[in-house]
C-alpha cells in the first residue's frame, strides 16, 4: 500500500468507482453517484444485503463482502481494482471505529482529520466556541446541578446514551460512572438540523474560505421515546411507572426555517468552515450543525456531524432549498457532483484524504 496520494495517481479517472457502507445513507449516495454516471460498490458485511433490490435506482451495481469493518483495509486491492472512492457515512464510522477510520488506506470523500475534532466532546467545543458560536452551558461538577441538563456519554451516536437530569440525586441515580461524559444545559426551543456542504473547489455562490458553502436542506428528528412519552403525563408521573426518558433517534421530519434566520445559518458556516482552516487544514464536503432555535430567534449550537447525516434522506429528490440551486438536487448527488468536479479539474488530492 502506497500514500493515497500514490494511490490515485494510478487511478484510471475515466473509471471511478463511488463505494459506501450499505447502511445510513447508503441508497442516497448510491443513487447520486448513478445520476452522475459513476459506478456503485456496496460494502456489506458477511452477505450481500437483498433489501436493495427493491431499489434499482440506488442498487449498487457490485457488493465487496468483508468479515469485519474493522478489517477493510484487508481488502484494500479490491477497492484499487475498481478505482473506488469511499464516502463515509455516521454508521461507517462508527462500525469502523475512530482508529481504524483514521488509518483506512483507500481513497476517502472529506479530510479525516475532522475525526479527532469531532469526536472528542472537549475539542468539538473549542472549535465551535473557537468560531464564535453559542453553545449550551457546560456544568463540571454534576453537584452543581440546579435546572434540567442532559448528560452525555463520549461517542454516543443517534441519541443512545443520553438522558436528562433534575438536580445531583437524580444524576447519581442514571449514570453510568465506567463512562466518560459531558453535561450540558438542558436548551428550551425548537431542534433544527442543519444540512450544509463545503466546497474547496467551487469558486461561484456563498464564498468561504477558499470555496463556497452551501445550504441543503434542514430536518427535525423523531426520538424514541422522549417524543411521545410525554402523552402519559409529566417527567416525575414516567419515572414512577418506571418509564425513564430516551433520544434514539427512529426517524426523521422535513424542516424549513423562517427566512430571515438565514443570514444567520450562513454565518455559521461560515465561521465553523474558516476555523476548520485553522484548526485541522480544513472540512470538506456535507456537514451539519445541530441546533436549538430559542424564542429569542437565538441560534445555539449543541454538536457538529462532519460529514453527510441521516437526516438528509429525507431529499432525496431535493430540498425547498437544494431546489433553488439545482432542482432534484440531494447531499449523495452533491457528492459526487464534487468528486465529478474534482476530477474534472485535475484536483481529487484535495477532496480526498
Known amino acids: ?39 456503485t460498490v456496496g460494502i456489506a ?39 473506488a472512492i469511499i464516502i463515509p457515512h455516521g454508521s461507517f464510522v462508527e462500525y469502523m471505529g475512530a482508529e481504524n477510520f483514521l488509518k483506512l488506506n483507500i481513497p476517502t470523500f472529506g479530510n479525516k482529520a475532522v475525526l479527532e475534532w469531532e469526536s472528542d466532546r472537549e475539542k468539538e467545543r473549542k472549535w465551535l466556541e473557537s468560531a464564535g ?6 456544568i463540571e461538577d454534576a453537584r452543581d446541578i440546579d435546572k434540567p441538563v442532559i448528560v ?39 431542534r433544527y438540523y442543519i444540512h450544509y456542504f463545503y466546497s474547496p473547489i467551487k469558486k461561484e455562490g456563498y464564498r468561504v474560505a477558499k470555496g463556497c458553502l452551501e445550504l441543503l436542506s434542514i430536518d427535525r428528528r423523531d426520538e424514541a421515546n422522549i417524543d411521545e412519552a410525554h402523552r402519559l403525563g409529566s417527567m416525575s408521573e414516567l419515572e414512577e411507572m418506571g418509564i425513564q426518558p430516551s433520544f434514539v433517534v427512529t426517524g426523521n421530519i422535513p424542516i424549513v426555517m423562517r427566512e430571515s434566520l438565514l443570514p444567520k445559518v450562513f454565518e455559521m458556516g461560515k465561521r465553523v468552515v ?17 441546533t436549538v432555535v430559542t424564542d429569542e430567534l437565538e441560534i445555539k449550537v449543541f454538536e457538529i456531524s462532519a460529514r453527510i447525516v441521516a437526516g438528509t434522506n429525507l431529499y432525496i429528490s ?9 432542482p432534484g438536487l ?8 464534487e468528486i465529478k468536479m474534482a476530477i474534472e479539474m485535475d484536483k481529487l488530492n484535495e477532496i480526498l484524504t
Open 318 to 326: 431535493g430540498s425547498p432549498y437544494s431546489d433553488l440551486i439545482q
Open 152 to 190: 452525555k456519554y463520549y461517542g454516543a451516536k443517534g441519541g443512545k446514551g443520553f438522558f436528562i437530569a433534575k438536580d445531583y440525586k437524580d444524576f447519581k441515580k442514571k449514570i453510568e460512572k465506567d463512562k466518560p461524559y459531558i453535561i450540558q444545559e438542558f436548551l428550551i426551543g425548537t
Open 330 to 337: 440531494s447531499t449523495g448527488q452533491r457528492i459526487a457532483q
Open 274 to 290: 474558516e476555523k476548520s482552516y485553522e484548526l485541522f487544514g480544513g472540512i470538506i464536503g456535507p456537514f451539519c450543525l445541530e
Open 45 to 83: 458485511i458477511k452477505s450481500r444485503p437483498e433489501f436493495y433490490d427493491a431499489f434499482p435506482l440506488a442498487k449498487p451495481d457490485e457488493f465487496i463482502v468483508v468479515e469485519d469493518y474493522k478489517k477493510i483495509n484487508d481488502y484494500a486491492e479490491e477497492f484499487y481494482k475498481r478505482n
Open 1 to 39: 500500500m502506497g500514500t493515497i496520494e500514490n494511490i490515485i495517481e494510478n487511478y484510471d479517472i475515466k473509471d471511478i468507482s463511488i463505494a459506501t457502507a450499505c447502511s445510513h445513507s447508503s441508497l442516497q449516495i448510491f443513487n447520486g453517484a448513478k445520476k452522475e454516471g459513476f459506478k
Open 133 to 138: 458560536l453559542k453553545m449550551p452551558q457546560i
